[in-house]
Every structure is written in C-alpha cells, then in structure tokens.
C-alpha cells in the first residue's frame, strides 16, 4: 500500500512558484464558497510518520486559507479531564460545524495503531477499534459531513535522512525528540499495524489519501490538490456512496411491551414515604462511596407526556450532592447543535468519573419524535438505533453505569393528568398545544417505542419499563433499580 509513496517524487522550484499562487487563490474561494452556504463540514485528519511534514502541513492549510475559518487541533495525551471520559469525547469536541473546516492533527487513529504497536493491547482490540472507527467516520458521512484524510509516509531510509537533518540543524533540533527516536526503532512495526488500519478504513466515505512526504514542495502541492478537489466536488453536490441501513422488521403480531406492562400497581402513602428515606440514603452513600470516584452514572428518562419523569427526577437528586450531579432538559435543537451531528449535543455533556448526569429526554428522540412527526427521514432514524447502541457501549466501555428508563402511563391517565395540570395555575405551563397535537398519534409513538426498545435494549444498557399511573409506585421502582444497579456495579 505503502509502495507509490516511495519513490521520493519531486517538484521544482519553478514548477511550484508557477501552480502555488492560483492553488492557493482556489482553495479560498472554496473555502468561501463553503462559508457562502453552510451545509456541510469539512473534517481534515493529519496522520503518518514522524518526520513526514505532518505540521508544516497543517500550517500551509493555515496560511494558505483564512486561518478564522478553520478550527486546528492538535490531539496528544488524553489530559485527566479526557481520561475521565470514552476516548472520542475529546473528538467529538473537536468538530467542525457546518460551513467550517476543521484540522485534527492526530485523531481518533493515534491511539488504537499505538496500542497496537507497543503491544499494550492485543490483535481483538485493534480491530475492534478500527471498525468503531469505520462505524463513526460512516455515520459523520451520513450526517453530510466531508471526511478528507491524510498519510504522509516515508520510507525507513527517507524517515532515517529526515530525522538526522532535522536534528543536525540547531533551528529545528527540537522538533526530534526521545520519541521519534524510540518510534523509528520500531518502523517496521508501525508501517504494518499502520498499513491494516489504513487498508480496513479506506471507505467510499473517507478515503485515505496517501502523499509522499520525501520533498516539501510536492507534498504541499499534492495536499492542497487533494483538499480543493474533494471540496469541489462536494460543493457540486456529489455525495459518497453509503450502505442502507437494514429494514425494520415487521412488526405484526409483535409483543406489545407497553401494553403489558401491569399499570395497576399501586403504593400506599405510609409504604411510600418509608421506602422513599430508605432508597434516597442508600443512593446518597452509593454515589459519596470510593469507589463511585472511578466511575460514573448516567441516567435516561423517556415517556409519554405527563408520565412523571420530572418529578421522579427530583426524588433522584434529593439524594445526590448538588455540586456532582446535572440535569440536562432536552428540547428541540438549537442553531448550533443542528450545525453539528444530531449526537454531538449529547457527548458534550457526558460526565467525568464521580459524577451524575440525567437526561430528561435523551438521543432517543431521532427514533422517537423526529420519526413520527418525520423531522427525520427515514434511512436518517433507521440508522440511528446502531449509532446509539455504539454510543452507549463506549460510555459503558469508559466506566460510565447506564441506566435508561421509560415511564409508562395509559391513555386514559394521560388525559386525567392533562385536564389537572390546566386547571392548576402553577402548572399549566406544563400543559401546551404539542402535548395535545402529539396525543393525537399515541398509536404511532407506541410503535416507535416498541421498535426502540426492541432494538436497543441491549445487555449494556438494557431498557426499564416502568409503570407509572401511580406515581409513588413508578418514583421507588425508579430509586430502587437505580441503587441496585450501583450495588451490582460497585
């Protein structure tokens, strides 16, 4: 693979000067015509070996275009606030809205390859990493955004001439540190380890792009080529080849786990007040334990309006130390979360080890509302449920306990709970003309909460189904699975 990027291509000086400048001039046209009309992002990864150009790339790009318009960031050690978190929170960051170009330097590549490499994780991990990798990079493609990525290679004799000029020129000595030295003791390996990632993740979505890195001006001109036309295109409106996402299966004579839910269960007002004091103290010592302090809870209400998911959250954070914990409302979107992927709003507000984060209204909403009231085309909520299934598989993976709850009520519940909160002045703000309209397709969010649970209930982060047209009785069966859950785990 690696072969066509060593044969130490050159361009002249005269060839340069000549092509540089109208490059250069297209490149920000480009990039303005991307400003112009922002429907799309522009993600640029930089990755190869040490010594290839990598940084002298990223500035070029830099100077080359306006440098206000491109987010760069350079990715090195995992700092103790990333640590604390999945791997790609730190990615997810980093990425450019809509209309603008990002550089990562490093990227969610580095790691896996490394590991690999140094031997500090074994041939199942790797290739697990490297098709998370092909799974998010597909699902930032579907998204629309332009996955441009870069190798620059060397051969081990160019990287060996490379590195002891570098280091022979007291200007740019610096740049060769004890790392690039113990890294090129282990070219060979990194080249294979590199060559497999590079081979598994060269999709129709995100193709690698491999440039020689031997001559400056070749490498710059064939970047810069390589950057314009896939951005071209792209404006042109020519969009990569994505896979369908797999059907729904029919769901004719399907359980209904909604409607088997037993929503006669009922809680006395003395039962009710002695279990509350009892599951709040033991949540209150769960999550001010040790052994919390490596860990982290993340808690998912659902549910029909009017269900009690607001009030069961209180019930929660009475028990939770106020300086630890965040309850994030989920409305509609925002200006700039729908500049980004519809998941991104969500990884942002992850918490780190020791702390509590409940989501009232989740990521479920794209198979959920955006599906019924068809704010999402269909291949768009289809694909979503595997992009959720990941999600919550790498917040579980990084120590993250997740819990994810829909609260259940009847129909019939519903419209007594809807009548008393108009007639309540403190609580008719809860009550809105949307409660109403989307009361009116009860039949279809059934269906779309049956295929969510049924496709994401997974042993990770298995669905909680809680009947709750008593609302004493859905509060402690809520309290109870959570200190359960924190007792098992801790």
Sequence with gaps: ????????????????????????????????ALLAKPKFPVIVLIGGVDGAGKGETVNLLNEWMDPRHIKTVAFGAPSDEEAERPPMWRFWRALPPKGRIGILFGSWYTQPVVRRVKKLGGKEEFLRSIDEIRHFERMLAAEGALIVKFWFHLSRAAQKQRLAALEKDPRTRWRVTDQERENFKLYDRYRKISEIALRETSTGEAPWTIIEGYDQRYRSLAAGRALLESIKHRLAGEQPPLPAPAPLKARSGARNVINALDYTQKLEEKEYRDQLEKLQGRLALATRGPKFNKRSLILVFEGQDAAGKGSTIRRITGALDARHYSVIPVAAPTEEERAQPYLWRFWRQLPRQGRVTIFDRSWYGRVLVERVEKFAAEPDWMRAYHEINQFEEEMATSGAIVLKFWMAITKEEQLKRFRAR????????????????????????????????????????????????????????????VCEALQAQL
């Design 1 to 32: 693979m690696f072969e066509a990027a060593e044969l130490r291509q050159k361009v002249s000086k005269e060839e340069y000067d000549q092509e540089e400048p109208a490059l250069r001039e297209a490149l920000l046209k480009a990039q303005y």
């Design 422 to 481: 108009a007639k309540t002045p403190f609580k008719s703000f809860k009550i809105t003309d949307e409660d109403w309209r989307n009361r009116k397709k009860w039949g279809q969010y059934e269906e779309a909460v049956c295929d969510m649970v049924e496709r994401t209930s997974t042993n990770i982060a298995p669905w909680h189904l809680i009947p709750a047209n008593d609302k004493a009785y859905g509060r402690i069966t809520v309290l109870r699975t």
